[in-house]
């Protein structure tokens, strides 16, 4: 069997490491996996994960949409599959799904075969403020044409596909949920990761953020927290659009790491913390919980899939007032950050494996041979 992923970049983030872990093991079952990517543009950087594998690149393909780009794009994909001849095309997030899965007739005659259609939502962007009103609609509206062109939707959490389907986006019958599977990160000592971090340790409490500066996840909200609890040392990472503003608003007890290991990021911080509008299943919260990190997060996508409320962190509103009041449950307490840290490595390493999610993918394979 051939499986070829599509996707329109491989920036940093938990969507990269997830495919490239498929395009690692997936092979070993007897399944040859190629992956076809864009470039990353702008302030994004290519997670380090991409290096490991071998990646079919296409040129004109990346994040923003536009309608030149994308056609030659699509030829450039093309080009790919006549090449590749894949048995099953697998495209993840929306960019790449509207040009993978838009005339499947064309794509099955290039490839000389009846392909089968598979894509993954790693999250939606219905909750994205760059994505409201009439461009939400008009995703909908093309996301429900499409689904009638893919044998298998698969969502990386099963919140996700619940929003999909309350939108009418597929049927219930072509939608499979399959976590990401998360190696653990390498324990990095308190000290060790201040200075890889190049920051000073004050031997205060440390609540750590990271992702993407940009608007999704509110980062912004992050400071309205930090301000709010000033004797706390808020250590944010990451990069993006936003990361000269949070420079220049952040209050005293907040250091802007910027592009960081999130081993080093986890290594300084006694409780983690999320912000954002909206998730997929984020697997730097998964990694945080098998580093034994406590998390407090908004409820977004799949976040109370990944933290079990009151047991290994806490989900909230998306709301300054919940996250200041749930961080301030954690930071009074000892033995309750103990509690939840144990608890979350326990359940995250039991829940999200790589095995697991391998074992899933390669049902879901297996399962499309017998489609007609």
């Keep these: 069997m051939r499986v070829l992923h599509l996707i329109a ?47 079919l690149r296409l040129p004109s393909l990346g994040r923003a949409i536009n309608p030149l780009s994308d056609l ?5 994909l093309l080009d790919v599959i006549q090449r590749v001849k894949p048995d099953i095309l697998h495209t993840h997030t929306f960019k790449a799904g509207a040009i993978g899965r838009t005339n499947t007739d064309r794509l099955k005659a290039d490839a000389g075969k009846n392909v089968k259609f598979v894509h993954t939502f790693h999250g939606h962007l219905f909750d994205d403020p760059e994505f409201k009103g009439m461009k939400s609609n008009a995703i909908v509206m093309l996301e429900r044409r ?85 004797e706390v040392h808020f250590v944010m990472a990451g990069g993006g659009d936003l990361l000269e503003q949070i420079k220049n608003l952040a209050p005293a007890n907040v250091s802007i790491a910027g592009w960081s290991r999130a ?14 509008e909206n998730e997929g299943m984020p697997i730097a919260l998964i990694e945080a919980q098998m580093a ?54 326990t359940y995250s390493h039991s829940r999200f494996s790589v095995k697991r999610m391998i074992d899933e993918h390669s049902n879901l394979y297996e399962s499309l041979e017998n489609l007609n």
């Excluded at 007897?30 to 071998?54: L, R, Y």
């Excluded at 030659?72 to 450039?76: L, M, P, T, V």
């Excluded at 081993?263 to 954002?276: K, N, Q, W």
Aim: aromatic share 4%; hydrophobic share 40%; no cysteine.
């Design 263 to 276: 081993a080093d990021l986890f290594g300084v911080s006694d409780i983690v913390l999320s912000t954002s």
């Design 72 to 76: 030659r794009a699509r030829r450039e």
């Design 292 to 345: 034994g990190k406590p998390v407090v997060a908004t409820d977004a996508g799949s976040n109370s899939e990944v933290i079990i409320d009151a047991e290994t962190g806490f989900v909230t509103p998306k709301s300054t007032q919940y996250l200041v009041a749930a961080l301030r449950k954690l930071i009074s307490d000892n033995e309750l950050r103990a509690r939840f840290g144990s608890a979350a490595s």
């Design 9 to 55: 970049r491989l920036n940093v983030g938990g969507t990269a490491r997830y495919l490239t872990r498929l395009a690692e093991e997936m092979p070993a079952r007897g399944v040859e996996t190629f992956v076809a990517a864009g470039f990353t543009q702008d302030e994004e950087i290519e997670d380090p994960s991409a290096q490991k594998i071998d990646v």
């Design 146 to 230: 499409l689904a009638k062109s893919t044998d298998k939707l698969v969502t990386v959490g099963r919140k996700v596909g619940l929003d999909l389907l309350r939108r009418q986006i597929g049927s219930s019958e072509q939608y499979v949920s399959i976590a990401p599977g998360v190696d653990p990160l390498a324990t990095i000592e308190r000290e060790e990761a201040f200075a890889n971090l190049r920051l000073q340790d004050d031997k205060r409490l440390v609540v750590g953020w990271i992702a993407r500066v940009t608007s999704v996840k509110n980062p912004m909200r992050a400071l309205e927290v930090a301000r709010a609890l000033p």
